[in-house]
T-cell receptor
Framework: SAVISQKPSRDICQRGTSLTIQCQVD?????MFWYRQQPGQSLTLIAT?????????ESGFVIDKFPISRPNLTFSTLTVSNMSPEDSSIYLC?????????????FGPGTRLTVL | GENVEQHPSTLSVQEGDSAVIKCTYS??????FPWYKQELGKGPQLIID?????GEKKDQRIAVTLNKTAKHFSLHITETQPEDSAVYFC?????????????FGSGTRLSIRP
């Protein structure tokens, strides 16, 4: 499986500010995703990061709040904009090869965000 | 859309005993069922998965079973050890590649009593 790193690993931010989270993979991957995991909860897909085009957002998530970049096949960023305490969560990126009959997704270590 | 229900939400077993976690799914088109283990402070780790053309899969002390007719699948851990303590998530996906969305269950917090 790919080695996935995220930066920062954790942060404490003030409300109204923005934070950009980076996801780096050690090999080229077709698919990159961003998830949110609220305290003690399950994982919710925010969006699919598409290389060379706009991300595909899930219902309830919008580009203005969670802008995503994916400049190449090994890197993506997620920005949490105009943060409020409700944005306090773990943000996770995951990757997949995207090959036929290969559904596996692998997760990074996560970014633990606390908004005061 | 797909809905995955998981139970129990918490499970405590004696070290050496077996643990079983059960999930049901709603979308008959789902054909890929992964299980993830999340330890405290870490991201989810894929531990085993099963596809709809297989009824059972085993990897050392862990096994998964799938009943397509009833739309339920289970994770079995035998001879539990302290390092098995974690949160386990089941999931379901309707597609044939990782381009397909994965829907997660609510999680089971497994504690192994020494």
């Amino acid at each position: 499986s790919a080695v996935i790193s995220q930066k920062p690993s954790r942060d404490i931010c003030q409300r109204g500010t923005s934070l950009t989270i980076q996801c780096q993979v050690d090999s080229q991957v077709t698919m990159m995703f961003w998830y949110r995991q609220q305290p003690g909860q399950s994982l919710t897909l925010i969006a699919t990061a598409n290389q060379g085009s706009e991300a595909t957002y899930e219902s309830g998530f919008v580009i203005d709040k969670f802008p995503i970049s994916r400049p190449n096949l090994t890197f993506s960023t997620l920005t949490v904009s105009n943060m409020s305490p409700e944005d306090s969560s773990i943000y996770l990126c995951s990757v997949g090869r995207g090959a036929a009959a290969d559904n596996e997704q692998f997760f990074g270590p996560g970014t633990r965000l606390t908004v005061l | 859309g797909e809905n995955v229900e998981q139970h129990p939400s918490t499970l405590s077993v004696q070290e050496g005993d077996s643990a079983v976690i059960k999930c049901t799914y709603s979308d008959s088109a789902s054909n890929y069922f992964p299980w993830y283990k999340q330890e405290l402070g870490k991201g989810p780790q894929l531990i085993i998965d099963i596809r709809s053309n297989v009824g059972e899969k085993k990897d050392q002390r862990i096994a998964v079973t799938l009943n397509k007719t009833a739309k339920h699948f289970s994770l079995h851990i035998t001879e539990t050890q302290p390092e098995d303590s974690a949160v386990y998530f089941c999931a379901a996906s309707p597609g044939y590649s990782s381009a397909s969305k994965i829907i997660f269950g609510s999680g089971t917090r497994l504690s192994i009593r020494p």
